[in-house]
């Protein structure tokens, strides 16, 4: 019963350079979700799954994409990261109450 | 639009004391309300939930929620604060068909000896 998986749990990227973040989740959810977390912002979404096969954009978008694999695995690429992407980043699962991963911690420099 | 406040962006208690974390709310209907806490280099983890019925809920780590439809508020409580809850604490409302819970900005509680 692991959850909400996220990988890597930490990363450091140089401005222009691509990565995905994986998530996957077994509790047999609809919904995932992307979040950032940044110092004074709270948690903000950045997209958001309701079921497989689809995507919607959520407050902060700009900068990522997504993809929903299929029902476990809900992917979070940045195509060229800027230094305004470091945060930390947190996947979620669950269609009423959210399950969350541990987070991944990106440092763009 | 779903919104949530947490007034306060920080609070200190003394350990032993009893706390009291506000949320209030806006929302259309009668909302699912939430709150989750996050440890230091942690993910959130859910306290408690409100859905419907008794309006005062129980969760972990002996933390209480009352929800008040008339003043839309949704606070934390717990009577007696250990050191090993100092944390982040998040409310939500939500969600409405397929929007996503909304989270307030949290509250960061310090306990000291």
């Known amino acids: 019963n692991a959850g909400v998986t996220q990988t890597p749990k930490f990363q450091v990227l140089k401005t222009g350079q691509s990565m995905t973040l994986q998530c996957a989740q077994d509790m047999n959810h609809n919904s995932m979700y992307w979040y950032r977390q940044d110092p004074g912002m709270g948690l903000r979404l950045i997209y958001y799954?309701?079921?497989?096969?689809?995507?919607d954009k959520g407050e902060v978008p700009n900068g990522y994409n997504v993809s929903r694999l299929n029902k476990r695995e809900f992917s979070l690429r940045l195509e060229s990261a800027a230094p305004s992407q470091t945060s930390v980043y947190f996947c979620?699962?669950?269609?009423?109450?959210?399950?969350f991963g541990s987070g991944t911690r990106l440092t763009v420099v | 639009a779903q919104s949530v406040t947490q007034p306060d962006i920080h609070i200190t208690v003394s350990e032993g004391a009893s706390l009291e974390l506000r949320c209030n709310y806006s929302y259309g209907a009668t909302p699912y309300l939430f709150w989750y806490v996050q440890s230091p280099g942690q993910g959130l983890q859910l306290l408690l939930k409100y859905f419907s019925g008794d309006t005062l809920v129980q969760g972990i780590k002996g933390f209480e929620a009352e929800f008040k439809r008339s003043q839309s508020s949704f606070n934390l409580r717990k009577p007696s604060v250990h050191w090993s809850d100092a944390a982040e604490y998040f409310c939500?409302?939500?969600?409405?068909?397929?929007?996503?819970?909304?989270f307030g900005k949290g509250t960061r509680l310090s306990v000291i000896a």
């Open positions: 799954s309701a079921s497989e096969g689809t995507t």
């Open positions: 979620a699962s669950g269609d009423i109450g959210y399950t």
């Open positions: 939500a409302v939500g969600p409405s068909g397929n929007t996503p819970l909304v």
